[in-house]
């Protein structure tokens, strides 16, 4: 059964520091593209980070560039969203999500379509 299960959001205070998890399981990361999405509070559900499959390729969308980077540890099927300096506007729901077969280009997901479960982060003083 192909499956996404993620952990690591919180609380955590502007300019802080979190890193979701997103560990796979019934398919091997380093083979599809993975994408980070986020949905605000009250808003559209929007791409932030991705990383290839292929090559380890990263991007990140303009809101979070500088900050934000998605980074895969092979050995355990996981993929991570390293988040610094986080700003209340951060504050969502996160998701992982394979695949994504065009990172850096589209966001659309190609034919695992399978999603995490999602991990609130809150970023609030």
């Known amino acids: 059964q192909v499956q996404l299960v993620e952990s690591g959001g919180g609380l955590v205070q502007p300019g802080g520091s979190l890193r979701p998890s997103c560990a796979a399981s019934?398919?091997?990361?380093?083979?599809?593209?993975i994408g980070w999405y986020r949905r605000p509070p009250g808003k559209e559900r929007e791409g932030v980070s991705c990383?290839?499959?292929?090559?380890?390729?990263?991007y990140n969308t303009d809101s979070v560039k500088g900050r934000f980077t998605s980074s895969r540890d092979n050995a355990t099927n996981t993929v991570y969203l390293q988040m610094n300096s986080l700003k209340p506007e951060d504050t969502a729901v996160y998701y992982c999500?394979?695949?994504?077969?065009?990172?850096?280009?589209?966001?659309?997901?190609?034919?695992?379509?399978?999603w995490g479960q999602g991990t609130l982060v809150t970023v609030s003083s």
């Open positions: 999500a394979a695949d994504v077969p065009k990172c850096g280009s589209s966001w659309v997901l190609g034919h695992l379509e399978v």
């Open positions: 019934g398919f091997t990361l380093d083979s599809y593209g």
């Open positions: 990383i290839s499959g292929r090559d380890g390729t990263t």
